[in-house]
């Protein structure tokens, strides 16, 4: 039995590895969640085995051994023999209770991936910033934390909502996942909610033919491409953020892509002005002029929504990072 259950653990924890390995190498785009999920339940499956079943046998097996060492003594006894060693007999009931390997790299770590699981899939999750997109914001190698409760909980890898919460609202920062390809996460500001009316015209932002109050505010130099940039306040209901925008790129948006509800768009010199349409959001990033955002692609459905940015917990190159953003 033990020899069976080691071959096929080896089966499966190869598999693991090979898609983990697969993924890394880019060979194909990966689902964390999915395969955490697996992870789970695999391990899960080995747990449940070893307390109703693995477990008992052991004992069992030492129980037989100790019944079986204890007959060996009296029989000395009636012999008259009363010094016996006992060390092996405890070595060989340690040996008996152990858990073999296989058990050890499923059974064992099923606690620690289910409590891994639980506060990914329901609390909170890490994400590490890749481009520039929300600087000042955020930047490149921030890691920060998401709230996956804020918006609702959701199950797992299917992202079906189960209990309700706060809707998004205008200013968060939201982490959702790239309506073009939804494999991917992407993480901009909310702009425009079901409804709304978003103009971004001239670099400047207007909500429901209300023009968002914007106040200069000194150059942004970026240490990563050594270029300064024009900075703006902007204060959207009552978030206040800063924005960026470069003087030498044009308005108009050019390679807007054929999304879903593209008819609800209008595309000028100028810039565009969309209308939201129900269930869905418009998102744009900080970094206006480098950002990859609803006026390219479209609208996130509220099916996409992972979850609220709220905390920078780590960067590596700049400790002084770590904190709260609004």
Avoid at 156 to 177: A, L
Wanted: proline share 5%; aromatic share 14%; charged share 20%.
């Amino acid at each position: 039995m033990n020899a069976l259950m080691s071959s096929f653990t080896a089966v499966v924890l190869a598999a693991f590895a090979s898609y983990t390995g697969a993924w890394y190498l880019g060979l194909f785009e990966g689902n964390f969640a999915l395969l955490l999920l697996l992870a789970v339940v695999v391990t899960g499956v080995y747990w449940v085995l070893e307390k109703v079943y693995f477990l008992p046998e052991r004992r069992r097996a030492a129980e037989h051994a100790d019944a079986a060492q204890a007959q060996r003594i009296a029989e000395f006894a009636r012999q008259g023999i009363t010094q016996v060693d006992t060390d092996t007999s405890a070595a060989t009931r340690q040996a008996l209770l152990q858990q073999p390997w296989w058990l050890d790299w499923t059974a064992g770590l099923f606690p620690v991936i289910l409590a891994v699981f639980v506060l990914r899939s329901f609390l909170f999750e890490p994400f590490k910033i890749p481009s520039g997109s929300m600087i000042p914001t955020l930047r490149v190698g921030d890691l920060i934390l998401v709230n996956k409760f804020h918006y609702g909980v959701r199950l797992p890898v299917v992202n079906t909502k189960i209990i309700d919460n706060h809707e998004p609202q205008r200013g968060d920062v939201m982490v959702f996942r790239y309506p073009p390809q939804p494999t991917l996460d992407y993480i901009k500001r909310v702009v425009g909610v079901p409804g709304d009316e978003v103009a971004y015209l001239n670099k400047r932002l207007t909500v429901n033919g209300q023009a968002i109050d914007t106040q200069a505010q000194p150059e942004f130099f970026d240490a990563d491409t050594l270029r300064y940039s024009q900075q703006w306040r902007e204060t959207l209901v009552d978030r206040q953020y800063n924005v960026l925008t470069d003087d030498t790129r044009p308005a108009f948006v050019g390679g807007a892509s054929e999304f879903e509800g593209r008819e609800a768009c209008h595309y000028s010199a100028e810039g565009v002005v969309c209308k939201v349409p129900a269930g869905h959001y418009f998102m744009m990033g900080d970094n206006r002029d480098n950002s990859l955002d609803s006026r390219y692609w479209g609208f996130v459905p509220e099916s996409h929504i992972v979850g609220k940015a709220f905390f920078v917990w780590m960067n590596f190159g700049d400790l002084g990072r770590i904190g709260g953003f609004e």
